[in-house]
Structures are given as C-alpha cells and as structure tokens.
C-alpha cells in the first residue's frame, strides 16, 4: 500500500513499463495497436473531464473533435505534403478553432440545453465528412501516409507515448494553474465566479478551445497509426464511451480518466469474442458506478489512502499508550 501512496515512484514505473511495453509483448502490432488506442483515448478523455469534471460544461459530442484532427492530418499529409512535426500541431489548431466556433454559441447554454447542441455537433461531422467528398473522400475515406521520420509501427509508438505523457503533464499543470481554479469555481457557482471578477463567457470559451485543441492533436495521432481516416471511425458511441470513461474513472480528476480510458479500451480485449457483451459490462459499469461510488474508481484508492495501514497502527499505538498512562 505505501508503494501505491509513492506517486513518483508510481508514476516513474509507469514510464518505464511504457517504454518497455513493445519488448514485453515482442512487438507484437495488435498489442501495440491496443496500447496506441488506450493512449488516444486516455488524451480524449482527460480532454473531456476538463470540459465536464473541471469546468461543468456538458458536452457528448467529442467524436467530432476526434475525427476534424484525424482529417486535418490526413489532408495535410496527403494533399499539402507537410511534415510530421507541423501537420500535428496544426491539427490540434484545426480543430481548437472549431472548439472556438462552438464555444462561442455555446457560453449561453446550460445543463441539458448545451448537452443538445455538442450532441448536434457530433452528429453533423459524419454527415458532413460523408458528403464533402472532394476533401475527405466520401464513404471511401482518405489514407494517412505515416511520417518519414516515423515509418515502423515500432518508432510510432515511441512518438504516442512521449505525447501521451507532454499532454498529461500539460493538462495536470493546466488544472492547477489559476485558469484550472477558475474552471472549477465557474462549475461550482457562476454567480459567485461573476462576483469576484471572473469573466464567465472568456473562461468557458477557453475551456471548450482547449478540449477540443487536445482533442484533434489525439484523432491526428490516431490517423497517423492506423493510416487511414473514415466517417464511420469516430461516431456517437465513441462519444459516449468517452463520456462513460470520465464518470467510471472519475471526474475532476486526472487519474481518473486515466484510469476510465484504460479499462474500457482493454475491456473489448477480453470480452470481444461474447457478441453484446461489451457494451453490457460497460453500461452495468457506469450503472453500478454512479450508484454506488459516484465519484468514480479513483474514489475507492483515496479512501483507502484515508485508511493506511500505517496511521492506523500510529493510533492503535496511541492509544496504548493513552491506556498504560490511564
């Protein structure tokens, strides 16, 4: 239990195990698919529990955001021709200022009202990637040439992982940033954020750009690894999924979307060969989730955190010694 309280420790075994993983699994490319698909969605969602955890806004339609950065790295790569290291970035900036598009609109909005228009939203990107044929390809999709610097499977993975790590540590900063604070108090009371100066509109816009930024920058690398880009790839059951991983995992918190993003991308590892039986853990999950644990599994490690074993044995000892002197 005192190895699990050691969070650098923790977080230091995690890296290395990141960075052996392909070894482990002998490089392996459907193991390495699993794991790449278990990074994205761990960006995706720390994305979401910004927007939804952090700052209050309800939002189901995060599949779009995914797949403007998957097309905007397919078309950059393919019919611009720009490099890895600039079609990125530029996705993340892509799809950001469709965040602010939608951000703006958005502000006025509230509860069930905005969960409406992003649900909108995500339902009109597959329509509209379906029907701009002459820029996304229609039915038939567009391929995403893998960078030059980056060919193998192998090499990418090393790219996913170092990204994957930046943006968690972006994000953590972000949230404990004086903008982070603001989220939270505008989620917790927008009255009370107004009073005190918060410009309530500015900070909500800023979230939505930011989810949405970190959104495309993990639909680009998804894009780059599979190699190729489809309406059907990201639809509303990936935004739902992705809003199962936040309230499973927990919200308003880092770790637990990590955690969230983790066990529903594995999930269909061991449960793919039962037709139905996905989507039927996942949906008893979230169930039994905000029945009995509403804050999420990352809950049960802080109570247990609560309880360590060693401050109990401190006032078992106390109270010992509260006896003997008695």
């Not at 309406?231 to 992705?242: C, E, I, K």
């Amino acid at each position: 239990m005192n190895f699990i309280y050691n969070k650098k420790l923790t977080l230091g075994l995690l890296v290395i195990f990141m960075l052996i993983y392909p070894l482990l699994v002998g490089k392996s490319n459907y193991f390495l698919t699993l794991f790449v698909i278990t990074c994205i969605y761990i960006i995706t969602s720390m994305s979401l529990n910004l927007l939804i955890g952090y700052g209050g806004q309800i939002s189901v339609g995060h599949a779009g955001f995914l797949s403007i950065g998957g097309y905007s790295v397919a078309i950059l790569s393919t019919k611009v021709g720009l490099p890895f290291f600039i079609i990125l970035p530029l996705a993340g900036v892509i799809t950001g200022l469709i965040g602010l598009l939608i951000g703006l609109p958005a502000v006025r909005l509230k509860g069930h009202f905005l969960a409406v228009a992003t649900l909108g939203f995500g339902l009109s990107i597959p329509q509209i990637a379906l029907n701009w044929s002459s820029l996304t390809g229609g039915y038939s999709g567009i391929a995403v040439a893998k960078p030059s610097l980056f060919s193998s499977n192998f090499q990418m993975f090393y790219v996913v992982v170092a990204i994957t790590i930046l943006i968690t540590w972006l994000m953590y900063n972000i949230v404990k940033s004086r903008l982070g604070r603001a989220f939270i108090a505008i989620r917790d009371s927008e009255v009370a954020s107004q009073s005190i100066g918060i410009n309530i509109s500015f900070y909500k816009t800023v979230m939505f750009v930011i989810s949405a930024f970190f959104t495309g920058i993990a639909g680009g690398l998804y894009g780059y690894w599979v190699g190729f880009i489809s309406p059907n790839d990201f639809t509303m059951v990936t935004s739902f999924l992705v809003l199962a991983m936040i309230v499973v995992g927990g919200l308003a918190s880092i770790p637990g979307a990590v955690v969230g993003a983790i066990l529903f991308s594995v999930l269909p590892h061991f449960t793919d060969s039962y037709v139905g039986i996905t989507n039927m853990v996942i949906g008893v999950a979230v169930v039994a989730i905000i029945l009995f644990k509403p804050e999420g599994i990352v809950a049960i490690f802080e109570s247990l955190k609560r309880k360590k074993p060693s401050d109990k044995a401190e006032v078992v000892q106390r109270g010992e010694e509260s006896n003997v002197n008695v």
